[in-house]
């Protein structure tokens, strides 16, 4: 199944934007009269028939609508530092984006090598791996925030930072609990500073390992992301 995105996507109905247009009727050689699927990203999924194959807007009718499977009673947020190579840092939104994340914020610590993302790129990278694995939730890319500012927000449920030290002896998956909002937050190569790790525990950020390897930033986020699902899974 191929998946279409529409985040304005409006009933009975709505046309597809030019990109989205042009690959369904110019690669994939759709006509009027056939049946796509699309999502708004915010939950859904719409069974449209084609009644205006234009290249460039093409015209859908929404027939029948229906809940995405990936709707949880639990939210997933990370805070990831930005890899200096910035490839790596769109692969782990891929990643967690195909597992199932729901908000992701870049922050700027004081290790930070990468200040800037560009924010329209990211978002282009959510939407291509919500659509390959047929998600029907987009993932909320909140903008790029400085640490300090960024563990003073407000954020119901618990709070994990990952850091790599000895006097760290708790694992995110001893400590994190099924059924419950999760944030954990991800450094950069360099890891969070000492100053960093005991501003966000007075904030009630617990520090946690991610294993016994040390892990690359983004290898990181996709170990948490996938830890707190497995945790999910085994107490249902």
Request: net charge neutral.
């Amino acid at each position: 199944m191929n998946l279409f995105y529409t985040p304005q996507l409006q009933k009975p109905q709505f046309k597809l934007d030019e990109e989205e247009s042009k690959h369904l009727i110019r690669v994939l050689r759709k006509q009027i009269g056939d049946v796509i699927t699309t999502t708004d990203g915010k939950g859904m999924f719409y069974e449209c028939e084609i009644i205006d194959g234009n290249a460039k807007g093409c015209k859908v009718e929404v027939k029948t609508e229906r809940n995405g499977d990936d709707t949880r009673n639990f939210q997933i947020h990370l805070a990831v530092a930005p890899t200096k190579n910035i490839n790596r840092f769109e692969w782990f939104l891929e990643k967690v984006t195909e597992m199932g994340v729901d908000s992701l914020t870049p922050i700027i610590t004081f290790h930070s090598e990468r200040r800037d993302v560009k924010p329209d790129r990211l978002e282009k990278v959510l939407v291509a791996a919500m659509k390959q694995s047929l998600k029907s939730r987009l993932p909320e890319l909140h903008e790029p925030k400085k640490f300090n500012s960024f563990i003073t927000q407000s954020f119901e449920g618990d709070k994990f930072i990952a850091f790599i030290d000895k006097v760290v002896t708790q694992e995110l998956a001893q400590l994190c609990k099924p059924n419950k909002n999760t944030l954990v937050l991800i450094g950069p190569e360099g890891d969070f500073s000492r100053e960093e790790v005991e501003a966000a525990k007075q904030q009630g950020f617990i520090p946690v390992k991610l294993g016994p390897a040390r892990l690359r930033t983004e290898t990181a986020g996709v170990a948490a992301c996938h830890t707190i699902h497995v945790i999910n899974l085994l107490n249902t």
